[in-house]
């Protein structure tokens, strides 16, 4: 069982930024795929960036394209989404996962039902 804990999230005004932490101690780390998704109020759970196990192939939703930025450190065994100029319709509460992906060099997931590992998730609040 991979164990993910996320943390970094919080309150922020418009504009602001945060980052986005998700630690595992799982040492065959570098063979997941990682995503970031969230989920705010009364709304469905959505994407907002995947990575591949190498950190070589990244994908954005488009809502977050150009403000947030998707990363790992294998050695760390971390992924990390960097958040700048947050929106009032960033508020959700986020979550990462992890898809197991032997190919290191393989794609991103960008499907929720593909991953294997959730972690509990953190909230992020941004106000106006």
């Known amino acids: 069982q991979v164990q993910l804990v996320e943390s970094g999230g919080g309150l922020v005004q418009a504009g602001g930024s945060l980052r986005l932490s998700c630690a595992t101690s799982?040492?065959?780390?570098?063979?997941?795929?990682m995503g970031w998704f969230r989920q705010a109020p009364g709304k469905e759970r959505e994407i907002v960036a995947a990575?591949?196990?190498?950190?070589?192939?990244?994908y954005y939703t488009h809502s977050v394209k150009d403000r947030f930025t998707i990363s790992r450190d294998n050695v760390k065994n971390t992924v990390f989404l960097q958040m700048n100029s947050l929106k009032p319709e960033d508020t959700a509460v986020y979550y990462c996962?992890?898809?197991?992906?032997?190919?290191?060099?393989?794609?991103?997931?960008?499907?929720?039902?593909?991953?294997?590992?959730w972690g509990q998730g953190t909230q992020v609040t941004v106000s106006s």
């Open positions: 799982e040492r065959t780390f570098s063979d997941y795929a």
């Open positions: 990575i591949n196990p190498s950190g070589g192939r990244k």
């Open positions: 996962a992890a898809a197991l992906n032997t190919r290191y060099n393989g794609p991103y997931v960008d499907s929720a039902d593909k991953y294997n590992y």
